[in-house]
């Protein structure tokens, strides 16, 4: 993640897209207060280019990001956005040490996952699921 900022002024989808994914997969709040006074900037400056997105809408993804940049500073804690996108695999999130895998259950469908923030302890639910890409739904115990 070199300069975000940069990236989500360029105009270039493909960079506006890099961008986006590296702002909702960061927990550096210095990234994300470095973008909160450009967020007007940036929504002129992406607001009519085609972003495409074959699976996930590549605007969604942005307007993910930017809600993020604006709204992270009530969250209780990171885990707050689990639940409102389905793109967080939790194999993934357990090699970053967010969450800590207390069960798995890969022998029915859906599998499904019990974890648990390793900052806050909340726990959740997760059901895996399959079309055309690979989502999870996370749910709070
Ligand atoms: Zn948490």
């Known amino acids: 993640m070199a300069d975000p900022l940069?990236?989500?002024?360029?105009?270039?989808?493909?960079?506006?897209?890099?961008?986006?994914?590296?702002?909702?997969?960061?927990?550096?709040?210095?990234?994300?207060?470095?973008?909160?006074?450009?967020?007007?900037?940036?929504e002129r400056a992406t607001a009519n280019i085609e972003l495409g997105g074959m699976i996930f809408s590549n605007r969604d993804a942005l307007v993910h990001a930017l809600d993020k940049v604006q709204n992270y500073r009530a969250w209780k804690c990171w885990c707050d956005d689990y639940r409102r996108l389905l793109a967080f695999d939790p194999t993934r999130e357990e090699e970053r040490g967010h969450v800590r895998m207390l069960t798995q259950d890969r022998s029915g469908w859906p599998v499904t996952y019990e974890c648990e923030c390793t900052i806050?302890?909340?726990?959740?639910?997760?059901?895996?699921?399959?079309h055309h890409a690979r989502w999870w739904q996370w749910t709070p115990r």
Not at 6 to 33: C, H, Y
């Open 6 to 42: 940069a990236d989500f002024l360029s105009g270039d989808p493909q960079r506006i897209w890099q961008a986006s994914w590296d702002i909702i997969g960061t927990r550096d709040k210095n990234v994300l207060e470095h973008l909160r006074p450009a967020l007007p900037a940036i």
């Open 120 to 130: 806050c302890g909340r726990e959740f639910h997760v059901d895996e699921g399959e």
